[in-house]
């Protein structure tokens, strides 16, 4: 499914992107807009959790609620969740003295709650996955989380009930297999350690699959190949490389792109192409909290 990356232009603005390949459900994903004090139902437990930053990204609204795909919020953190299948470890039963999480609600307690990885880190042990129905009633999803900041680009893999934060190697996530997998194979591909040089330098073009390691293996390539964009070509460039694993609507697949977002995460600034929709917008996180207090969505 979903693919997600992370790069620089030459002025070192930081810039987040991801294609959303995940089946729509009832509602469509749109660019939406989230304000701070927001307050957020979430499961199981049906408490709230009140918005300390404001968030725009791409989200669902599902049964009166906001489902997050993937957004920044307004100290400049990001996330995505992307899927984990046959990977995940939760918890069967709401745990005591911790903050109880469906799998939907760990990025809005990421986005909501914190301005930068380490304050997750260090918040990490205070959660616990369970694994119950979000409000949509839809199964139970496996998911892991990319997340990124000044400090770097970061991944949450909850392959047991203790979670940790690692380093994402070359700032890029697709789906299972684990990261560790995907980095192995990538070092066979290239017979060695796999820097940019001897990725940049890598002369055969891979054949075209559905696969989270083909599409792994192809976008750590191509990003690889890119030269460092200027600001003006940098929504462009991020792009460019996303469309390289988008996902065509296929008879008998569920999982097809639905939308190609790319964050400037130094400024704010979202562009959201909207494949199943064929439209395009492009927002500013600090306009929209200048002028809204309540959600807006992108039609």
Same mark, same amino acid.
């Given at each position: $499914?979903?693919?997600?990356?992370?790069?620089?232009?030459?002025? !070192?603005?930081? #810039?987040? @992107?991801?294609?959303?390949?995940?089946?729509?459900?009832?509602?469509? /994903?749109?660019?939406?807009?989230? +304000?701070?004090?927001?307050? /957020?139902?979430?499961?199981?437990?049906?408490?709230?959790?009140? @918005?300390?930053?404001?968030?725009?990204? @791409? $989200?669902?609204?599902?049964? %009166?609620?906001?489902?997050?795909?993937?957004?920044?919020?307004?100290?400049?953190?990001?996330?995505?969740?992307?899927?984990?299948?046959?990977?995940?470890?939760? #918890?069967?039963?709401? !745990?005591?003295?911790?903050?109880?999480?469906?799998?939907?609600?760990?990025?809005?307690?990421?986005?909501?709650?914190?301005?930068?990885?380490?304050?997750?880190?260090?918040?990490?042990? !205070?959660?616990?996955?369970? @694994?119950?129905? /979000?409000?949509?009633?839809?199964?139970? *999803?496996?998911?892991? /989380?990319?997340?990124?900041?000044?400090? %770097?680009?970061?991944?949450?893999?909850?392959?047991?009930?203790?979670?940790?934060?690692?380093?994402? +190697?070359? %700032?890029?996530?697709?789906?299972?297999?684990?990261?560790?997998? *995907?980095?192995?194979?990538?070092?066979?591909? &290239?017979?060695?350690?796999?820097?940019?040089? =001897?990725?940049?330098?890598?002369?055969?073009?891979?054949?075209?699959?559905?696969? +989270?390691?083909?599409?792994?293996?192809?976008?750590?390539?191509?990003?690889?190949?890119?030269?460092?964009?200027?600001? =003006?070509?940098?929504?462009?460039? %991020?792009?460019?490389?996303?469309?390289?694993?988008? $996902?065509?609507?296929?008879?008998?697949?569920?999982?097809?792109?639905?939308?190609?977002?790319?964050?400037?995460?130094?400024?704010?600034?979202?562009?959201?192409?909207?494949?199943?929709?064929? !439209? *395009?917008?492009?927002?500013?996180?600090?306009?929209?909290?200048?002028?809204?207090?309540?959600?807006? &969505?992108? *039609?």
């Amino acid at each position: $499914m979903c693919t997600a990356i992370t790069f620089k232009d030459r002025t !070192q603005n930081a #810039y987040f @992107g991801r294609t959303m390949d995940f089946p729509q459900k009832a509602t469509p /994903w749109r660019l939406t807009y989230v +304000p701070v004090g927001y307050q /957020w139902q979430i499961r199981p437990s049906e408490k709230y959790l009140t @918005g300390k930053y404001a968030l725009l990204g @791409g $989200m669902r609204l599902a049964d %009166g609620h906001y489902l997050i795909g993937d957004a920044v919020n307004s100290a400049g953190l990001a996330c995505a969740e992307l899927y984990f299948p046959n990977q995940v470890t939760y #918890y069967d039963s709401p !745990q005591f003295y911790r903050i109880n999480l469906t799998p939907q609600d760990v990025i809005t307690w990421i986005l909501t709650q914190h301005r930068n990885v380490k304050e997750v880190a260090d918040h990490l042990t !205070q959660i616990a996955i369970v @694994g119950q129905q /979000w409000y949509d009633r839809d199964i139970v *999803h496996p998911f892991h /989380w990319i997340l990124t900041d000044d400090t %770097g680009t970061y991944l949450i893999e909850p392959t047991s009930e203790q979670l940790t934060i690692k380093k994402a +190697p070359r %700032g890029i996530l697709t789906n299972a297999p684990a990261i560790t997998e *995907h980095e192995a194979k990538l070092a066979k591909l &290239v017979g060695g350690t796999p820097t940019r040089e =001897r990725l940049a330098a890598f002369p055969k073009r891979l054949p075209i699959t559905r696969t +989270p390691s083909n599409r792994y293996l192809r976008t750590a390539l191509t990003l690889a190949k890119q030269p460092i964009p200027m600001k =003006r070509d940098a929504f462009l460039l %991020g792009r460019k490389v996303l469309e390289r694993v988008e $996902m065509e609507p296929l008879e008998g697949h569920e999982d097809y792109t639905h939308y190609i977002g790319v964050i400037d995460r130094s400024h704010l600034d979202y562009d959201f192409t909207d494949i199943e929709f064929n !439209q *395009h917008h492009r927002a500013s996180l600090r306009h929209l909290m200048k002028k809204y207090d309540k959600p807006v &969505v992108f *039609h």
